[in-house]
Structures are given as structure tokens and as C-alpha cells.
């Protein structure tokens, strides 16, 4: 069985009945034995725009996402620009979480950061110590290594079937299942 890390992906199993993740894929930002974990839901779009949450600011409509159930009032930031971005937490692969933000305010005026390099979250999904494991061991979540691809640049309506599809052949048939197979 795969251990949780941080910079995988966790795949919501196709009949985990949790509202808050059915066909979800969270980006597992940060993991530790101890303390447990958190990431980032990177499939579900909230109607709310960066705009809307941060009044008056000079740049594009970013969408934002809905991070997970827990501290939904709070704002979060993943991006692949170190860059532009200082003080940035390494996830993996060439993405970060968080950095100066008064740095992300002045690119996105700027237009120096597009919507594939950055995406921002209200909440996000938190595990207490063994709590992950345990769900993995149970198997509500598949894992698979985070690329920048996956998670910047595949719609979201694609991003739970195209994370399975990364899992191998094995999981093809996986992105055919019902959600409640009873209705079946």
C-alpha cells in the first residue's frame, strides 16, 4: 500500500460518500507522520473570484476554488513561479505553496503571472495524525505523483477522470463507475 506525502495527489475513490470530496483530487501539500496533513481540493471551482474576495484589485478575474472544508474564510495560493514568488513552501515537482504575497499582488497587476502558473483557494482539507492513513489503508483515496500539468492545466471538469487515467490501465474502468451504484 502507498504511503500519503506531500506533492501527491489523493484521488477521491469513485464511491467515497463524503460531500465535501465525492470525485475530488486534492493536492497533499504538506505530510507528516506526527502531525498529520493538508492540501488544497483542486477540482472544485467556487463563484466567488480572487476579485471578489480582495475588493479593488488591479488585475484579470482569477477563479477560485474551494480548498476544502476547513477555515473556508481564508485565502491560500499554490503556484509554480519561486521566481516572482519569494519564500515559497516547496510541495514538489516545481510547485509551491504560499510566498509573499504583497509580491503576488504586484504580477498579477502586472499580468506577469497567468492563470496555468498560479490558483488560488478558500480553505483547504486538513487530516489530524494517522487520520490520512487510515482513509488511505480503507481505501477512500487513491494516490498518484502531482505534476504541474495535472493540477494547473487540466479542466476541471477532467481533472478527477485524468488523475485516475494516471494510475495506469488497471484504473481504467474506475472513470466509468456511477457515483451511487445503487441507482445503478
Known amino acids: 500500500m502507498k504511503q500519503p506525502n ?4 489523493l484521488i477521491a475513490d469513485p464511491f467515497l460518500k463524503d ?24 477540482n472544485r471551482k467556487s463563484e466567488q473570484t480572487l476579485a471578489d474576495v480582495l475588493e479593488a484589485a488591479p488585475f484579470p478575474q482569477f477563479p477560485l476554488y474551494y480548498g476544502g472544508p476547513v477555515q473556508v474564510d481564508t485565502l491560500h495560493f499554490i503556484h509554480t513561479v519561486p521566481h516572482l514568488i519569494p519564500d ?3 510541495i514538489g515537482n ?3 505553496w504560499s510566498g509573499d504575497f504583497d509580491k503576488v499582488l504586484l504580477h498579477l497587476g502586472n499580468q506577469a503571472i497567468g492563470q496555468h502558473e498560479i490558483k488560488f483557494f478558500l480553505g483547504y482539507s486538513g487530516w ?4 490520512l492513513e487510515e482513509e488511505v489503508e480503507e481505501g477512500s483515496w ?3 505523483p502531482a505534476t504541474p500539468t495535472l493540477v494547473f492545466e487540466t479542466p476541471v471538469d477532467a481533472l478527477w477522470q485524468q488523475s485516475v487515467l494516471q494510475l495506469g490501465d488497471a484504473y ?4 466509468h463507475y456511477p457515483i451511487d451504484p445503487q441507482l445503478n
Open 6 to 9: 506531500k506533492g501527491q495527489l
Open 19 to 42: 460531500a465535501n470530496f465525492i470525485r475530488t483530487v486534492v493536492l497533499l501539500c504538506s505530510f507528516d507522520d506526527s502531525d498529520g496533513g493538508f492540501g488544497f481540493v483542486m
Open 88 to 90: 515559497g513552501v516547496l
Open 94 to 96: 516545481g510547485m509551491y
Open 128 to 131: 489530524s495524525e494517522g487520520q
Open 142 to 144: 487513491l494516490l498518484t
Open 172 to 175: 481504467k474502468e474506475v472513470i
